[in-house]
């Protein structure tokens, strides 16, 4: 399941990014936020999503504010999320094959449209690299100190 967030910086890329994977019949949940409120506050629609997240090891969560930094700030703070913020499609690559991210973060204010679905269809199926090296380094990362 993929589990999406935005606040008002996102808001409309998160209805592009849902029209989308309903389109390609792909399964997500909207936790909001669902309507453009541009009081809303990103931390409240990160919540959800990762609670989405970290109940099963194959979920993803997609999380969009204005540049994508306040989310992914608020999301790596939870046991169990990996969260990356991508501004293209090799960064996606990356953040799949190196880091084993779980979150996508993007800047709504940053990132067209064109580009933001690529980096989507490419987070989504990119699997980590089988190379132990990078399974070591992220075990390392994500040592709780
Ligand atoms: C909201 O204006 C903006 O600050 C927020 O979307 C985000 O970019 C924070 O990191």
């Not at 399941?1 to 399964?27: N, P, R, S, W």
């Not at 669902?34 to 109940?55: C, M």
Request: charged content about 20%; proline content about 3%.
């Amino acid at each position: 399941m993929i589990y999406l967030g935005c606040d008002h910086g996102g808001f409309a890329l998160k209805q592009t990014i849902c029209e989308y994977l309903h389109k390609q019949g792909v399964a997500f949940t909207d936790c909001g936020n669902t309507i453009l409120d541009n009081e809303d506050n990103f931390p409240d629609f990160v919540e959800p999503v990762v609670k989405g997240v970290v109940s099963r090891a194959d979920n993803f969560g997609i999380l969009i504010c204005g540049t994508g930094i306040g989310v992914s700030i608020a999301a790596n703070h939870h046991h169990g999320i990996r969260a990356a913020l991508v501004h293209n499609v090799e960064y996606a690559r990356l953040a799949r094959q190196h880091n084993n991210a779980n979150v996508l973060c993007l800047g709504g204010r940053f990132v067209d449209t064109k580009t933001a679905l690529a980096i989507v269809d490419t987070f989504l199926n990119t699997p980590m690299d089988t190379n132990p090296k990078y399974q070591r380094r992220m075990a390392a990362a994500c040592k709780e100190l």
